[in-house]
């Protein structure tokens, strides 16, 4: 709560704005400011984050919440105040409208001591209303549906089964394969499932909250991996060790039984990984390993294991560097956690129901060597931050993911050759199944921005400028578009302090994955290009 973020205007524009200001331009209500200080100024105090950033350049019209107890937190831990009612005063003027966890005296007390104008508590009382208002709040059961209760029973509309199918389609389309040897996944028909003797082990293979990530509520039912399996081949077909007594995994007691389930088993299937014990808000990783013994109990499973294939599903939410585990097991899997239905979407995409799709959400280094210092914010610091920078090669990049089938792209067009500045632009593409099994497909696209005149002006190597997912039936077509925005395609000027569209070449790519990392024997991305013929300083008109 005392931490400074020291960034540059280059990374804070190009890099730390553009997310909030796309949800901005979606229509969000509301935006929380958090604990942390921006080159030394607490963000719930900043007006220049919250008044001229998302009021002004975003144009943001809703109201700002103060994470809770943020607000204490200027006077309390941050000392840029020297009372709490200069620092309600403080953020109130800055721009929040609604203090969690703060007290109505320090506002009573700003307002007595001439610190707050009454006019400041109005206008965020306007704001809050405008919520409500436009929430229906204060609406007559007949004007809001959400008031009118037409249920006699709670599971008439909450855990009914179609939110179950809901759950575990989710959490289906969520898990990435990141690593599988030919022919080993899925795991097959009918008639050989029926025949498969499975070891499953891991301390995440039957624990029910491990499934469930950080603030998750707690859910009606939970299906582990364990128990999807069983459903799967039948109890007698499966043999489970957990190996470690938690993902802590100090003590080794337990990686007899997991050797022995190995060795007796056709397929081994380990579910390792982390869980809230190991990363949380406030409860940081140190090293991007499994935690404790659990790289250990892999290598001991897997030597067991013989000519068994060992196929490992990580569950976390934090990257997770299983470089061994690439090397030398059947197939990878990261599994996350998955809810209350975990268990049957990874049993779907394990025996084949459902083709994984998947993609990273962030780059999977090879370990912290590959990473500056945590509190290191500048993105070009070596080897350089996310993909956008990085100037290494990563265990697995940005937007990656396997497939049980094969993908091609084709017939790449585009919009315009010679756009002005602010000028929409559009890619499409065709998307082929080449392969046997229906899936869907994350097409993602990316551009390379080489400004004609690059004095003063900061670019990121590679840039996701749009992406979209989409099913497609073995053998058949599919039209795919991009939409180029203008944010996208800007650039840092260091010298006017802003993020422009100046005269440049742009690539763009499109394909199922980073265009850097596909083979280029395989048509698994296409490119073309087009010119930026003019300038504009963003937000456009």
């Known amino acids: 709560?005392?931490?400074?973020?020291?960034?540059?205007?280059?990374?804070?524009?190009?890099?730390?704005?553009?997310?909030?200001?796309?949800?901005?331009?979606?229509?969000?209500?509301?935006?929380?400011?958090?604990?942390?200080?921006?080159?030394?100024?607490?963000?719930?105090?900043?007006?220049?984050?919250?008044q001229k950033a998302a009021r002004g350049a975003m144009g943001f019209g809703g109201h700002v919440v103060g994470d809770c107890g943020a607000v204490g937190n200027v006077y309390g831990t941050q000392n840029f105040s020297h009372s709490r009612a200069e620092a309600a005063a403080m953020t109130r003027r800055a721009g929040v409208d609604w203090d969690c966890g703060g007290d109505p005296s320090w506002y009573e007390a700003a307002l007595l001591e001439g610190l707050l104008p009454e006019s400041a508590l109005d206008a965020s009382l306007e704001r809050m209303l405008a919520t409500h208002f436009s929430l229906g709040t204060f609406d007559a059961a007949a004007e809001n549906p959400y008031k009118r209760w037409p249920y006699t029973d709670v599971h008439e509309c909450i855990n009914t089964p179609a939110h179950q199918r809901l759950a575990r389609e989710a959490a289906a389309q969520t898990i990435v394969l990141l690593h599988a040897v030919d022919g080993v996944l899925p795991l097959g028909s009918a008639a050989r499932k029926a025949r498969l003797t499975v070891a499953v082990i891991g301390p995440n293979a039957d624990n029910k909250t491990n499934v469930l990530g950080d603030y998750s509520p707690i859910?009606?039912?939970?299906?582990?991996?364990?128990?999807?399996?069983?459903?799967?081949?039948?109890?007698?077909?499966?043999?489970?060790?957990?190996?470690?007594?938690?993902?802590?995994?100090?003590?080794?007691?337990?990686?007899?039984?997991?050797?022995?389930?190995?060795?007796?088993?056709?397929?081994?299937?380990?579910?390792?990984?982390?869980?809230?014990?190991?990363?949380?808000?406030?409860?940081?990783?140190?090293?991007?390993?499994?935690?404790?013994?659990?790289?250990?109990?892999?290598k001991r499973v897997a030597a067991a294991a013989g000519s068994s294939p060992v196929i490992v599903v990580c569950m976390n939410g934090g990257a997770v560097a299983l470089e061994w585990e690439r090397d030398n097991t059947a197939a990878v899997l990261y599994g996350w956690y998955g809810g209350q239905e975990a268990g049957h979407a990874i049993a779907d995409v394990l025996f084949g129901e459902v083709s994984p799709a998947g993609r990273l959400p962030y780059t999977v280094y090879e370990g912290v060597h590959q990473l500056p210092p945590i509190t290191d914010y500048d993105m070009t610091s070596p080897?350089?931050?996310?993909?956008?920078?990085?100037?290494?090669?990563?265990?697995?990049?940005?937007?990656?993911?396997?497939?049980?089938?094969?993908?091609?792209?084709?017939?790449?067009?585009?919009?315009?050759?010679?756009?002005?500045a602010c000028e929409p632009v559009h890619l499409t593409a065709t998307v082929t199944n080449t392969g046997s099994v229906a899936s869907d497909e994350v097409y993602q696209c990316y551009v390379a921005v080489t400004p004609s005149e690059s004095t003063g002006l900061s670019v990121p190597r590679l840039q996701l400028a749009d992406f979209g997912r989409v099913h497609v039936p073995?053998?058949?077509?599919?039209?795919?578009?991009?939409?180029?925005?203008?944010?996208?395609?800007?650039?840092?000027?260091e010298y006017e302090f802003a993020l422009r569209q100046v005269p440049a070449s742009v690539s763009v790519s499109i394909g199922g994955k980073q265009p850097t990392t596909c083979p280029s024997s395989a048509a698994c991305f296409l490119s073309t290009a087009f010119s930026i013929t003019s300038s504009a300083t963003l937000p456009c008109p």
């Open 383 to 420: 080897p350089g931050r996310t993909y956008r920078y990085f100037n290494d090669t990563p265990l697995w990049e940005f937007g990656y993911g396997l497939s049980y089938t094969t993908f091609e792209y084709s017939d790449v067009s585009i919009s315009t050759t010679a756009a002005s």
């Open 474 to 493: 073995a053998g058949a077509k599919q039209k795919v578009t991009c939409e180029l925005h203008p944010l996208q395609l800007a650039v840092f000027d």
């Open 219 to 298: 859910p009606y039912y939970v299906v582990t991996p364990l128990e999807a399996v069983r459903e799967r081949v039948g109890n007698e077909s499966v043999v489970y060790a957990a190996g470690c007594a938690d993902v802590l995994c100090r003590s080794s007691a337990g990686f007899g039984a997991a050797e022995a389930a190995a060795a007796s088993s056709d397929v081994v299937l380990l579910f390792v990984g982390l869980n809230t014990e190991v990363e949380s808000e406030g409860n940081d990783r140190r090293d991007l390993r499994l935690p404790g013994l659990q790289h250990e109990l892999v």
């Open 1 to 50: 709560m005392e931490f400074n973020a020291r960034v540059s205007a280059r990374d804070l524009q190009s890099t730390f704005m553009p997310p909030f200001d796309a949800c901005v331009r979606s229509g969000v209500q509301a935006l929380m400011c958090a604990y942390y200080e921006l080159n030394g100024v607490p963000s719930c105090a900043d007006p220049l984050l919250l």
